[in-house]
């Protein structure tokens, strides 16, 4: 690991400040996917500013009716809240799917949105990856690709968001709020949040420099059957081949996102609205302009599958 | 195991010698980063926390991980180094009554933490229950992942007791029950690579009053 200094911020707006301020400086929450890769030198942050004092640990009612998650709620914590299990069931559903307990605990809302691709060849630094050096090349295209994008990547990049919780957070139409240096706030649209590969694979999201998550809100209820539906190579622990995040309404109308297939949670909704003729309408749609390689071709049929699956489970279970 | 001699080559030696010679060269470090970097070898970190009851204070490297503080400032070798990546368990420890990797958390991000390792569940005279039925229950085989094991499980119960559902619960809306597999879904955090997850799982309904 690289040395960095540290300090222990007491406000919002004074942490972002602090990484404004230094170049290469970073935010530090649970510190789960950032230490890992400080480890292996993908991440040489030299200056770490420790947010967790920042107070942002509650969930609280919204005016609008819905629920503002703090920054630093942990995903445990997350997912046991009663108004969560209760209201949006998908979010506790994804977020028990993924990492484990002892991860679970310690990772932050934020910092799961913010977690890094698990692409084999961004973790090896031996390798060509734009992402973790731009302009070097990518090792994943031609390689194995089994984990990797099927759709929205580029010739620059095929890396997948890891995340689960962010599949759910697309579904629930999330807000990610935040703050900079200025003390100026700006509520981003999650379906805004993170961004496709392009030529820039190493930009990951709509924050600029500085910019501090504060809190994550979801909108009022929306009713609905919640599943979360995720496939992977082990029955835990493990991340998605491909998941399905989707509330389903009595009527057979419905939200759907995918995960595991793209560089941010994949949702349409000219897709959604085929929910009601079915699973291989709504993926013949959510994936069209798909571009597999011939490693997770298989992602695709898998796609319709899973959501199938998750659409028999709402029936069944009615 | 209170008759026990004390080995003449301590694991701890045989392990610290055969991991030297696993070590490889660092990989190139990104050189695209800008902003002043610290010397190698930085001006130390002062942090205090609780370590089994007892207050410990340390000057440590920033970069010293919650494991590698116990371990080798604090000679509590009893939490185990596996993977150093989060993914084997071996270095569960429980920080304020939780169980997280002590090797993805930084020391001095532990400010004011109160921290339970292994040594702090029990004594060789008077066990943990949890460390009272791995042993009755033959819950390992080499015994490198029982630290984290145990520590994973003391959470576990709370986790449980507290409500925190889990991926393989039928209503998520209801208060979790102990159950085989509500176990080694909660224990999936904790790889054995010996293998001994059903007696691991009866060792832990044993404790918890259920059937595995």
Known sequence: ?318 | MPNMPEPVVSRRGVLAGGAATAVVAASPANAARVGERPAADPAPVKVSFKVNGERRDLALDARTTLLDALREHLHLTGTKKGCDHGQCGACTVLVDGVRINSCLSLAVMHEGDDVTTVEGLGTPEKLHPLQAAFVKHDGYQCGYCTPGQICSAVGVLDEIKRGVPSHVQGDIAASPAFSNIEVRERMSGNICRCGAYSNIAEAIADVAGGKA
């Open chain 1, 1 to 318: 690991m690289k040395a960095f200094t540290y300090e222990r911020a007491h406000d919002p707006v004074a942490a972002a400040r602090a990484v404004a301020a230094r170049p290469g400086a970073r935010f530090i929450a649970g510190g789960t996917n950032l230490l890992d890769l400080m480890k292996i030198e993908v991440e040489t942050p030299v200056h770490l500013v420790d947010v967790q004092d920042l107070k942002l640990d509650r969930i609280e009612p919204t005016d609008a009716g819905g629920l503002r998650i703090g920054a630093l709620v942990t995903n445990t914590d997350l997912a046991a809240d009663a108004r969560v299990r209760r209201d949006y069931g998908v979010l506790t559903r994804a977020i028990v799917a993924g990492a484990s307990g002892q991860l679970r605990n310690k990772a932050t809302t934020a910092g799961n949105l913010l977690q890094r691709t698990r692409c084999a060849y961004f973790y090896d630094t031996n390798m060509p990856c734009n992402k973790r050096k731009p302009g070097s090349g990518c090792a994943a295209i031609g390689g194995v690709s089994r984990q990797l994008a099927v759709i929205g990547s580029s010739d620059k990049c095929i890396a997948t968001h890891p995340s689960d919780m962010a599949v759910a957070m697309r579904v629930l139409d999330a807000t990610v709020e935040t703050v900079n240096a200025a003390g100026e706030t700006r509520a981003i649209p999650i379906a805004d949040f993170h961004r496709l590969p392009g030529d820039t694979p190493h930009i990951e999201t709509a924050l600029a420099p500085g910019e501090l998550i504060t809190a994550v809100t979801l909108p009022k209820p929306i009713g609905g059957r919640h599943v979360y539906e995720k496939v992977r190579d082990r029955a835990s622990y493990a991340f998605a081949l491909v998941s399905v995040a989707a509330v389903i309404q009595p009527d057979g109308t419905g939200r759907v996102a995918l995960g595991g297939v793209a560089h941010k949670p994949w949702r349409d909704a000219a897709a959604e609205a085929e929910l009601p003729r079915g699973a291989r309408a709504v993926t013949a749609k959510l994936l069209a302009g798909a571009k597999p390689t011939h490693d997770n071709a298989f992602k695709l049929p898998l796609a319709e599958r899973t959501l199938a699956a998750a659409m028999a489970e709402v029936r069944t279970t009615a």
